[in-house]
């Protein structure tokens, strides 16, 4: 027997600056203004990232590049790097990603990569708790609900069968 199964899930899309969380458009400016401090000297794609911690407080990050190639990081991942070495008891609920190229921010928001997601996923399982992730373009904000959507059937710790410390 067959199963066929369906996975589908439903993200909000917001047109104007305006209708979006004062908390959110606060966390959109930390993702862009991190973007500046990108060094994307190769592919000239500089990405921020900002997270919001239970706290309230923010941490970001941003894309690092490397002349060998696979040694750089992503926006997401700098910033995940920050927030759990110095904030390791501070759960992360939102992060906010923008990204700029010389012609200014993307018109188009920016998902995170693959190896991003994985990430975003192992902190979503570390820490028991969703994570929002808004992906902003230069006018258009894309709100979706969890990590569980973008990287479905996901490989985490429970296919390890560890069990948390
Ligand atoms: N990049 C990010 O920082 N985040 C993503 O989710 C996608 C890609 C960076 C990696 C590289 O430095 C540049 O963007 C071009 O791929």
Wanted: hydrophobic share 35%; net charge negative; charged share 20%.
């Amino acid at each position: 027997m067959i199963k066929t199964n369906n996975i589908s899930f439903s993200y909000k899309e917001y047109e104007t600056f305006n209708d979006l969380d004062e908390s959110d458009r606060e966390l959109i400016f930390a993702a862009r203004n991190s973007a500046e401090n990108a060094y994307a000297p190769y592919s000239q794609f500089s990405v921020g990232a900002a997270i919001r911690l239970e706290s309230g407080t923010i941490v970001s990050g941003a894309n690092i590049e490397n002349a060998a190639f696979p040694s750089g990081i992503c926006a997401e991942r700098s910033a995940f790097a920050s927030s759990i070495s110095n904030y390791p008891g501070d759960k992360p609920s939102v992060i906010a990603i923008a990204a700029k190229t010389a012609d200014g921010f993307t018109e188009d928001p920016i998902p995170p990569c693959g190896n991003c997601r994985q990430v975003i996923a192992e902190e979503e399982s570390r820490t028991g708790k969703h994570i929002r992730i808004i992906l902003s373009g230069k006018t258009k904000t894309l709100i979706i609900d969890n990590i569980g959507c973008l990287l479905p059937l996901q490989f985490n710790k429970k296919n390890l069968k560890v069990t948390h410390p």
